[in-house]
């Protein structure tokens, strides 16, 4: 993929999560809810379309299903101790958050997390 599209493609993600992270978070109007979560998708998939339509196939070798399956490990485990981090947090009272701020913590941390492990083993080269 040439990097025109993988940098358009990170920008469509982040601005739609982006989108998801403050509705989580902070008290916004619907409509600029609406229009980043929509920006962020269009971006994305007319990114996609383009990718598909202009591609040279790439080989999926051992070493590239390899580091995808590290990442997604490493993902799982942190998102994980993250949801064992709120449970201890609700326990011991020190902040209170709603349900939908929870979940969306949780997805936040469980689609960043696997995209950076996955970026982190594809610069180290190979996992162990």
């Known amino acids: 993929m040439d990097s025109k599209f993988k940098n358009r493609l990170r920008f469509g993600f982040l601005i739609m999560l982006f989108g998801i992270f403050i509705n989580y978070m902070f008290e916004v109007d619907?409509?600029?809810?609406?229009?980043?979560?929509?920006?962020g998708i269009i971006l994305i998939?007319?990114?996609l379309y383009l990718h598909i339509k202009y591609?040279?196939?790439?080989?999926?070798?051992?070493?590239i299903r390899k580091i995808a399956n590290a990442g997604l490990a490493?993902?799982?485990v942190f998102t994980f101790?993250?949801?064992?981090?709120?449970?201890w947090a609700d326990y011991f009272n020190w902040f209170e958050i709603?349900?939908?701020?929870?979940?969306?913590i949780i997805y936040f941390v469980m689609l960043i997390s696997a995209l950076l492990f996955q970026q982190y083993?594809?610069?180290?080269?190979d996992v162990e």
Do not use: H
């Not at 619907?30 to 920006?39: C, G, S, T």
């Not at 591609?55 to 070493?63: A, T």
């Not at 083993?121 to 080269?125: A, D, I, M, P, Y």
């Open 74 to 76: 490493y993902s799982w």
């Open 81 to 87: 101790l993250i949801m064992n981090l709120i449970c």
């Open 98 to 104: 709603t349900v939908q701020q929870a979940i969306g």
């Open 55 to 63: 591609r040279e196939v790439p080989s999926k070798d051992e070493r």
């Open 30 to 39: 619907r409509l600029i809810l609406a229009v980043l979560i929509n920006a």
């Open 121 to 125: 083993f594809k610069r180290l080269g």
């Open 45 to 47: 998939l007319y990114n």
